[in-house]
């Protein structure tokens, strides 16, 4: 059963495509924001996500007519979003393979800082993971997507979903020996 918003993007798409340029600013409105938090997840940097986003509704623009169910229009836009967002990753690795950026900030008290402390070793575990379990991870905990849906997003079987959420998880339960 579809969703109700997967039903009103099907509308919006159908009468884009039969030339309505209304249709198309009403789907940027409800989708630009989570592209450009989908991106920064790969990015960590607003301007580069925003670019990534603007290259991702261009191709969606240009190839919007092949879409054959209309309904599917966010997975598949989310697919080409994840795309182009992989593709600047990978065009851009530094010696680490990620962009580790610490957030410098003054004297915390001491319980803030225990916890900034940790989200840094958790976000460093995580960056340590292997791409595909960050994607999985981030598409499940962050943008909370159901497995069905990452599955359709990064074409694949749910059971690949799974099994990369699973290993995921217990990289990450060594890494910080939980």
């Given at each position: 059963?579809?969703?109700?918003?997967?039903?009103?993007?099907?509308?919006?798409v159908i009468d884009f495509q039969n030339g309505n340029k209304k249709a198309l600013a009403l789907l940027?409105?409800?989708w630009h924001d989570k592209f450009c938090y989908q991106a920064f997840g790969y990015t960590r940097n607003?301007?580069?996500?925003?670019?990534?986003?603007?290259?991702?509704?261009?191709?969606?623009?240009?190839?919007?007519?092949?879409?054959?169910?209309?309904?599917?229009?966010?997975?598949?836009?989310?697919?080409?979003?994840?795309?182009?967002?992989?593709?600047?990753?990978?065009?851009?690795?530094?010696?680490?393979?990620?962009?580790?950026?610490?957030?410098?900030?003054?004297?915390?008290?001491?319980?803030?800082?225990?916890?900034?402390?940790?989200?840094?070793?958790?976000?460093?575990?995580?960056?340590?993971?292997?791409?595909?379990?960050?994607?999985?991870?981030?598409?499940?905990?962050?943008?909370?997507?159901?497995?069905?849906?990452?599955?359709?997003?990064?074409?694949v079987s749910s059971g690949t979903v799974k099994s990369r959420l699973f290993y995921a998880r217990e990289?990450?339960?060594?890494?910080?020996?939980?």
């Amino acid at each position: 059963m579809r969703k109700q918003s997967d039903i009103l993007d099907g509308f919006l798409v159908i009468d884009f495509q039969n030339g309505n340029k209304k249709a198309l600013a009403l789907l940027v409105k409800r989708w630009h924001d989570k592209f450009c938090y989908q991106a920064f997840g790969y990015t960590r940097n607003i301007a580069d996500a925003q670019d990534i986003v603007q290259d991702s509704w261009q191709v969606i623009m240009a190839k919007i007519d092949q879409l054959r169910d209309p309904n599917s229009f966010k997975s598949w836009a989310m697919r080409i979003v994840v795309r182009k967002s992989i593709d600047w990753v990978r065009n851009n690795k530094t010696n680490s393979g990620h962009t580790k950026e610490l957030i410098q900030e003054g004297q915390a008290e001491p319980d803030q800082e225990s916890y900034r402390l940790n989200i840094e070793k958790i976000k460093a575990a995580i960056y340590d993971l292997p791409e595909k379990q960050q994607q999985v991870l981030q598409l499940f905990y962050i943008q909370e997507y159901s497995l069905a849906e990452i599955a359709s997003i990064l074409e694949v079987s749910s059971g690949t979903v799974k099994s990369r959420l699973f290993y995921a998880r217990e990289q990450l339960k060594q890494i910080l020996k939980l």
